[in-house]
Structures are given as structure tokens and as C-alpha cells.
């Protein structure tokens, strides 16, 4: 089975732009959830979603978003873009939302703000 | 606020020495713990986890740890580390409030094996 893939790979952007970011979970697997990775603050959990409908929220601000599709991909997006948000962008995969689940990780985006 | 909490942040051993890593977490309700490695230019992968049953659970690559509740603690073992050990260990959390919310990670633990 393929895993988890990002796309891209790689961004720059500068201050106070806006970026997508683009998730495709495992095949089957229905629940998508986004983190990020910064080195001062280290991973943390964005947002979840399953079956096209946030179930899970972090405590970040409403500048990032995301959303599913029919097909389980995911998109995440970051508006008025701060240096702060400077990161590697990690998805993951799972087959539901449910304690019992593990969650897949995909190679993540890594996104600079200059 | 839920946390978990990883005691050493950088770890240097050399081969064959045994390996032990702590993590801690602070919530005394239903969890769900694992323990993820990210080895040099890849992502994140799985190298155990715990949901119930045997509190000693063993996963890939020789790695076990043990889940003792009364702690809140899942420590990371190893009896021989080999060079391609050397990876960030990170310990995850999954808090049941009333669904399941997102993991919760450690700051990770840089290990450095020297051969």
C-alpha cells in the first residue's frame, strides 16, 4: 500500500501571503489529521478531519483551516501568512477517528516565511 | 492542559550499551500512548504503541516499553543499541474526551550512537 504522500514538498513564501497545502491519506483510511513540527515548539496537532467534517481542533488561530474531500485527500490552508509559521507541515492517516487508531505519517511540507 | 513530557532531550551511547527513555504524561483518564521515530531525512514512523492488555509491549527493531499506569509513564527500552539507532524518538499521547482528540507529543529525544 502507498503511504501517506504531501504535496509539495517544499514552499517559500513571504509575509502575509496565503498557502495550500495538499494531503492523500493511505487507501482506506477515512480520518485525516495535520500537525506541526517547529523546532521551539516541537509537533503539534492542527486539526482532524473525517468524512469531510472537523472533528478535532487545536489551539492554533483561525488563519489556518483546512478541509476534506469526498475522497478522503485533505487540504490545509494558512491565510496572512506570519515568519512564526515557518515549519514542516505533517499530515497523517488513519482508518477512523477512535482511540484505537494509528495515525500513519505522511514525509510532511516543509514551508519557509521569509 | 494535557502534556507529555520526555526527559532527555539528548541521548549519546555507545553501541551495544542499553537504552532507556523516559516519557511521562499528565492526564489519568483513558490514553492511548506510542512511541514514533524519525530517522535522519525521513518521516515519522511508528515503533510501538499500547492500547490495553500486557502493560510490556514490544515493537520494531528490537524497541519495548511499559506502560505503568500508577506512573503515567511509557518508557522506551532497548537492551543493545546499534549505530542506526541514532533518530529523534518521539512519545505520543491519545486523550479520549469524550471522542478522541489529537495526539499530543513529547519534545522529542535526540539519540546519537556512537560506534
Known amino acids: 500500500k502507498a503511504g501517506v504522500t504531501q504535496t509539495p514538498r517544499y514552499l517559500i513564501k513571504t509575509r502575509g501571503q496565503q498557502v495550500t497545502l495538499s494531503c492523500s491519506p493511505i487507501?482506506?483510511?477515512?480520518?485525516v489529521s495535520w500537525y506541526q513540527q517547529t523546532p521551539g515548539q516541537g509537533l503539534q496537532f492542527l486539526f482532524e478531519?473525517?468524512?469531510?467534517?472537523?472533528?478535532n481542533k487545536g489551539n492554533f488561530p483561525g488563519r489556518f483551516s483546512g478541509r476534506q474531500f469526498s475522497n478522503s485527500r485533505s487540504e490545509m490552508n494558512v491565510s496572512t501568512l506570519e515568519l512564526g509559521d515557518s515549519a514542516l507541515y505533517l499530515c497523517a492517516s488513519s482508518l477512523a477517528v477512535s482511540l484505537l487508531e494509528t495515525q500513519y505519517f505522511g514525509p510532511g511540507t516543509r514551508l519557509l516565511v521569509l | 492542559a494535557q502534556s507529555v513530557s520526555q526527559h532527555n532531550h539528548h541521548v549519546i551511547l555507545s553501541e551495544a550499551a542499553s537504552l532507556e527513555l523516559g516519557c511521562n504524561y499528565s492526564?489519568?483518564?483513558?490514553?492511548?500512548l506510542f512511541w514514533y521515530v524519525q530517522y535522519p531525512g525521513q518521516h515519522l514512523q511508528l515503533l510501538l504503541k499500547y492500547f490495553s492488555g500486557d502493560p510490556l509491549v514490544k515493537g520494531i527493531k528490537g524497541f519495548e516499553a511499559e506502560f505503568i499506569k500508577s506512573k503515567f509513564s511509557f518508557n522506551l527500552r532497548k537492551p543493545s543499541v546499534q549505530w542506526s539507532d541514532t533518530a529523534e524518538y518521539f512519545c505520543a499521547v491519545r486523550y479520549s474526551g469524550g471522542g478522541a482528540d489529537g495526539l499530543t507529543f513529547g519534545k522529542g529525544t535526540h539519540l546519537i550512537i556512537q560506534p
Open positions: 492526564y489519568g483518564g483513558t490514553v492511548n
Open positions: 478531519y473525517f468524512s469531510e467534517t472537523q472533528r
Open positions: 487507501s482506506g483510511h477515512r480520518s
